[in-house]
């Protein structure tokens, strides 16, 4: 248990960067919001089954089960379709949320003496027994929500509320909506919640308060025809019989929490506390898939022939000799990131810092090779590299090229000229003064060519000895001029 407990840590200590701690802050952002709007929802279920079918995959992939794996992708993607027609009015307020939550757009402010007057209006249809569903408008969209009804522009009035939800009259089962200290519709077909549980034995309009709770922002407001009692649905949770201090205190607060001008209050603490550990379960949720899609049991292994490339070594130091340019390394960790790695972006370097003359051995331990923090070298071969290095000295040569033949008759050579006629060379530093003069002599070849100027290059053939100087060209412009002298005999 320990062993399999530090492999895990050892992993997590190897991997962890901080890319992965952006990536799954961010997923756990949207996992919070899932995770909220499951409480009182008609998804729930839904989102449950999906959580369950998640972890399962998890544990699949984490097994390499491959088969259930395989069942499981195709059942995402049914899920997927299904969800996005089943649960269209869900998904866009999920994805609206977060921008309605950051959104400065206030809530239309509702007056202190328009709530008392809503106040003396709901008690007056309480006392008549009127029906009535009440629906204050938050910041999120009723449109999508609401059946039929009827547009009106009119400020808050008791007369006309009274009568438009006096039983007489046609539109007495609906809603009504206010926006501010506007009533802008009624008779309204608010949607049913599916939660029967928590309205119990109640009626319609208790299940519509309900359901359009659950769905948006807005406070509902209704009262029982049979029993004249006044009850508050918000964020899908239903208030029966509140009295007149609790419903103002209600529609207080939820001004307060909307509107620019109301007393900014903090959540309740237990509403703050609930969303603190809903936030870390979030996290560690997130974390927890994150961790269980990359972690990987088991090593893999893959070997590699890489070349060996030079760092540092001075301007007037030269390798000679060196007893290998390849180097076979076998690298040892998770699959994915193993297999990932690109053959070509991999080199083994050798570090020439402050080196000498002579020979300079560099063991595997020397070996500078950039690997990602989770994968290791297991193997490489040969364990060490010989080298031989010499100090050179930078001397001036002139180019002086060669014919391979002189010209065949008629055509007779004018002019040759090479450029540039002088460049450096690296010779050793112990035989510089017994060199003598050195001279670079590329061989020109007239064969095949005509009357007239001809242009090319020849690469410069370097003494074994010796080592083209840092900057210089390693080619030669020759440009050779020939005449044919039987044209002249012919005039």
Same mark, same amino acid.
């Given at each position: ?189 608010? /949607?049913? #919640?599916?939660? =029967? %549980?928590? !309205?119990?034995?109640?009626?319609? *309009?208790?299940? $519509?308060?309900?359901?359009?709770? @659950? ?81 990987? /049991?088991? #090593?893999?292994? =893959? %070997?590699? !022939?890489?070349?060996?490339?030079? *760092?540092?070594? $001075?301007?007037?130091?030269?390798? @000679? ?171």
């Amino acid at each position: 248990m320990f062993d399999f407990l530090n492999q895990y840590l050892e992993y997590l200590a190897s991997s962890f960067h901080a890319a992965y701690l952006v990536d799954i802050t961010i997923f756990s952002i949207f996992i919070y919001f899932v995770l909220k709007g499951m409480r009182a929802r008609t998804t729930r279920p839904f989102v449950l089954g999906f959580i369950t079918l998640s972890m399962l995959y998890i544990i699949a992939k984490f097994f390499d089960l491959l088969l259930l794996t395989l069942l499981l992708n195709g059942l995402f993607l049914v899920l997927l379709l299904v969800s996005i027609f089943a649960f269209q009015n869900d998904i866009r307020r999920l994805v609206e949320k977060p921008f309605l939550v950051l959104s400065r757009k206030n809530v239309k402010r509702i007056e202190s003496s328009d709530i008392d007057l809503l106040l003396e209006t709901i008690y007056a249809l309480s006392a008549a027994r009127f029906g009535a569903l009440l629906v204050f408008k938050g910041k999120e969209s009723l449109e999508r929500h609401l059946q039929g009804g009827n547009v009106l522009r009119s400020r808050i009035n008791r007369a006309l509320i009274l009568s438009l939800f006096d039983n007489r009259t046609p539109g007495h089962d609906g809603g009504m909506i206010l926006d501010g200290e506007w009533i802008t519709r009624f008779a309204c077909q608010l /949607p049913l #919640t599916v939660n =029967r %549980s928590k !309205i119990k034995n109640l009626g319609t *309009r208790h299940s $519509a308060a309900l359901g359009l709770s @659950e769905k948006t922002d807005a406070l509902v407001v209704v009262i029982s025809e049979e029993t004249g009692l006044i009850s508050i649905a918000q964020n899908g949770t239903l208030s029966y019989g509140v009295s007149r201090i609790e419903l103002q205190s209600g529609l207080e607060a939820f001004q307060q929490r909307f509107t620019e001008g109301g007393k900014k209050e903090g959540p309740p603490l237990p509403l703050l506390l609930q969303n603190i550990v809903l936030g870390i379960a979030s996290f560690c949720l997130s974390f927890f898939v994150w961790f269980m899609l990359t972690y990987e /049991p088991g #090593t893999t292994f =893959r %070997s590699l !022939i890489l070349p060996v490339e030079f *760092r540092n070594l $001075a301007g007037d130091m030269f390798i @000679e000799k060196i007893s290998t340019e390849e180097v076979r390394i076998t690298l040892a960790g998770p699959s994915r990131t193993v297999k990932s790695l690109e053959e070509g972006d991999l080199k083994v370097l050798l570090n020439f810092k402050n080196a000498k003359k002579g020979t300079r051995i560099f063991t595997e331990k020397e070996y500078k090779l950039s690997l990602p923090p989770n994968v290791r070298l297991f193997k490489v071969k040969p364990a060490f590299i010989a080298t031989q290095l010499i100090q050179m000295k930078r001397m001036p040569v002139d180019i002086r090229p060669t014919l391979v033949q002189p010209p065949v008759f008629p055509l007779q050579l004018i002019d040759l000229e090479v450029t540039p006629k002088h460049v450096s060379l690296m010779v050793p530093a112990d035989g510089a003064a017994s060199a003598g003069p050195v001279s670079i002599t590329p061989l020109v070849d007239l064969h095949g060519l005509t009357a007239g100027e001809h242009q090319f290059r020849l690469p410069l053939l370097i003494p074994s000895a010796y080592r083209l100087a840092p900057g210089e060209p390693t080619s030669v412009q020759v440009r050779v001029r020939l005449y044919n002298s039987s044209l002249k005999r012919k005039r």
